[in-house]
C-alpha cells in the first residue's frame, strides 16, 4: 500500500521530489473560484456573507446579525459538551499558556557614549482574526493553540470565525472559545470569513491579523488578502517524517504514521530508517492495523498516495534526508535520539524519543501545533507568542549624539544623491543658538 523507497535507487530523487510536490499548492482555479467571494464581500458586505453562507454552508441565515452567537447562545451550546472533554480542555490550556509565557517578547533600550538611547518597544496587536475549520471536522484544539498565544500575547480582541453546516455547531469548539476568553464568535466558513475579517463589514470588525488553518479556498484567500491584513502563514496538509533505527518499536512508529494519515487524503507520513526489517514490521503492522479505523478509506488514500517507507544508508544521511524534506512534525526514534535529533536543521517541531507521541503536540503537550508544512520549516517557526506582538524602534538623541550621527549621515545622504537629507541633519548644527 505504501511506496518503498531505496536512496541507492538511480531514480530516487526524482520520486521523492514528485512525493514531496503536492503541498501548499493554490491552483488557478482555486484562485478563480476565491476573487469573486472576496470581491463580493468587499463591495457587498454582509449581504454577501448571508448569500455564501447560504450557497456553500447550507444553512439560511435570517439576517445578519444570525450570523454571530451571543453571549447567551453560547453559554447554551457550551453546556452541552461533554464534561470530561471541557476537562481536557482546561488542563490542555494550562500547558499551552505556560509554554507561551516564554515566548513573549519584552522590550530594551541602551544609551551609548554619545548620550543617544535606542532600542525596541513591544507592542501586542490590538484585534486578531481566529479561523478554525468546521467542515470534515471540527478542532477545539484549534482554537486554543490561535487563541491563546494571542492572550498571552495581550491582544485587546479576538474574533472568531468557524462555519456552521447545514446550521450545526459542536459544542467543543465553542467551549473552547469560552474557555480562551475569545470575545466575538461568528458562524461564517471559507473565503467569506477571511474577507470579512480582513474588510471589516457592518457586522465583521476589520481584525489586524488573521490565524488559523483551513482548507485550500481558505489559504487562497488568505495568500490574495494579505498585505490588506497580517497572516500566520499559508498551511498545506499536515506531514509527519518518522527517523528510527532498529531499536525502535514498529507498532508505535506504524501507529504514528495512521494518526498522520488520518488528518485528510492530502496528509503526509512518512518513515525513513537504514533498517529493512524495521521498515518490513512497520509495513506489516500499517496493513494489519489501518482497516480498524474509523476513518480508514482517508487513511488508506493518504498512505497510498503521499506516503513512504525509505530505506536509508546510515543515521547521516537519515538526517540530511530530513532536511532536505523540512517536515512539519519530526519523530525521532533511537537508542540515542537527542543526539540524533540535534543533526536535524529544518523540522517544525521535534518529539524525541519513543515516548514522545507526535499527537501530544496537536492536543496538550504544550507546543503550538500550527507549523510550517511543505517544506516551509526552512525559514519559518510555528505560531508563536511574538507573532502577535510587534516592534516598535525608537532612538531619543541628546545634542552631542545628533552632532556625531550627522557628520556620518550627511556623507552617506549625499553619496545616495539626498542632499535634502544631509541637510536636514546638518542644520541643526548651524548655528550657535539653537531652539529647544
Not at 24 to 35: L, N, Q, R
Not at 43 to 54: E, K, P
Request: proline share 5%; glycine share 6%.
Amino acid at each position: 500500500m505504501m511506496r518503498k523507497l531505496d536512496s541507492k535507487s538511480e531514480n530516487f530523487q526524482d520520486t521523492l521530489h514528485q512525493l514531496l510536490a503536492k503541498g501548499i499548492t493554490i491552483s488557478e482555479d482555486i484562485a478563480s473560484a476565491v476573487h469573486p467571494i472576496i470581491a463580493s464581500v468587499d463591495s457587498r458586505g454582509d449581504d454577501a456573507l448571508i448569500d455564501w453562507t447560504r450557497r456553500l454552508d447550507d444553512w439560511q441565515p435570517e439576517d445578519a446579525a444570525a450570523l454571530e452567537l451571543t453571549p447567551l447562545r453560547r453559554a447554551d451550546i457550551s453546556a452541552t459538551t461533554e464534561p470530561q472533554v471541557r476537562q481536557a480542555l482546561e488542563k490542555a490550556i494550562v500547558r499551552i499558556k505556560r509554554y507561551a509565557e516564554h515566548q513573549r517578547l519584552r522590550g530594551w533600550s541602551e544609551t551609548d557614549a554619545d548620550g543617544m538611547r535606542f532600542g525596541e518597544r513591544i507592542e501586542a496587536l490590538e484585534k486578531v482574526g481566529l479561523y478554525v475549520p468546521g467542515g470534515l471536522a471540527a478542532y477545539p484544539s484549534s482554537v486554543l493553540m490561535n487563541a491563546l498565544p494571542a492572550r498571552v500575547a495581550g491582544v485587546r480582541e479576538l474574533i472568531m470565525c468557524v462555519p456552521a453546516p447545514h446550521g450545526t455547531i459542536n459544542p467543543a469548539v465553542i467551549t473552547a472559545a469560552e474557555l480562551a476568553d475569545v470575545d466575538r464568535i461568528f458562524l461564517l466558513g471559507g473565503a467569506q470569513a477571511i474577507a470579512a475579517m480582513a474588510f471589516g463589514t457592518h457586522s465583521v470588525p476589520r481584525v489586524d491579523k488573521i490565524v488559523g488553518p483551513g482548507n485550500r479556498y481558505v489559504q487562497g484567500a488568505k495568500k490574495q488578502l494579505y498585505g490588506q491584513v497580517g497572516i500566520d502563514m499559508l498551511a498545506g496538509p499536515s506531514e509527519v517524517v518518522v527517523l528510527a533505527d532498529a531499536s525502535a518499536n514498529p507498532i508505535w512508529i506504524a501507529a504514528d504514521l495512521i494518526a498522520q494519515a488520518e488528518h485528510d487524503p492530502w496528509a503526509q507520513a512518512i518513515l525513513i530508517s537504514s533498517d529493512q526489517t524495521l521498515i518490513d514490521q512497520v509495513e506489516h503492522h500499517i496493513k494489519n492495523e489501518f482497516p480498524r479505523q474509523p476513518r480508514a478509506d482517508i487513511i488508506e488514500q493518504s498512505l497510498r498516495d503521499r506516503g513512504a517507507l525509505i530505506k536509508v544508508r546510515d543515521e547521516d544521511e537519515g538526517a540530511h534526508m530530513v532536511d532536505m524534506i523540512a517536515p512539519e512534525h519530526l519523530v525521532v526514534m533511537s537508542t540515542h535520539a537527542s543526539t540524533w535529533a540535534q543533526k536535524v536543521q529544518h523540522a517544525g517541531a521535534i518529539f524525541i524519543g519513543g515516548y514522545s507521541v507526535q499527537a501530544f503536540g496537536d492536543y496538550c503537550a504544550g507546543t503550538n501545533h500550527v507549523l510550517p508544512t511543505a517544506g516551509a520549516a526552512r525559514f519559518a517557526s510555528p505560531l508563536n507568542t511574538a507573532d502577535f506582538q510587534k516592534r516598535i524602534s525608537f532612538i531619543e538623541c541628546s545634542q552631542q549624539a545628533a552632532q556625531a550621527l550627522s557628520v556620518i549621515g550627511s556623507v552617506l545622504a549625499r553619496s545616495e544623491g539626498f542632499e535634502a537629507h544631509a541637510r536636514a541633519m546638518e542644520c541643526r548644527f548651524e548655528h550657535k543658538h539653537q531652539p529647544d
